[in-house]
Nanobody, 124 residues
Framework: QVQLVESGGGLVQPGGSLRLSCAASGFTLANYAIGWFRQAPGKEREGVSHISSSGGSTDYTNSVKGRFTISRDNAKNTVYLQMNSLKPEDTAVYYC?????????????????WGQGTQVTVSS
């Protein structure tokens, strides 16, 4: 059974850090590019970061550049999103998604598998 499971979300104060994990099962993550997306209440889904299947190419939306870092460990079938200097506007449900092939994209419609999401709340 193909599955993506996110973990690591929670409540954190502004300026704090969280590391999200996206664990894959039922398929070989190394054959897939991965995207992290988020959706806040009343807002559209937004691409946060993505990484190629090899890990050699990454990209970030402007609002998180310099604060978030995406990485992957294909041997562990897991992708990570390290989030530092968190701001209240980062509050959202965060989803990871897998797209077959090396190249990641910002368009969420191109992704094949999705996790259930993990809540990130940044508040004092």
């Amino acid at each position: 059974q193909v599955q993506l499971v996110e973990s690591g979300g929670g409540l954190v104060q502004p300026g704090g850090s969280l590391r999200l994990s996206c664990a894959a099962s039922g398929f070989t993550l190394a054959n897939y590019a991965i995207g992290w997306f988020r959706q806040a209440p009343g807002k559209e889904r937004e691409g946060v970061s993505h990484i190629s299947s090899s890990g050699g190419s990454t990209d970030y939306t402007n609002s998180v550049k310099g604060r978030f870092t995406i990485s992957r460990d294909n041997a562990k079938n897991t992708v990570y999103l390290q989030m530092n200097s968190l701001k209240p506007e980062d509050t959202a449900v965060y989803y990871c998604a897998a797209k077959e092939g090396n190249s990641a994209r910002w368009r969420w419609e191109l992704y094949d598998y999705w996790g259930q999401g993990t809540q990130v709340t940044v508040s004092s």
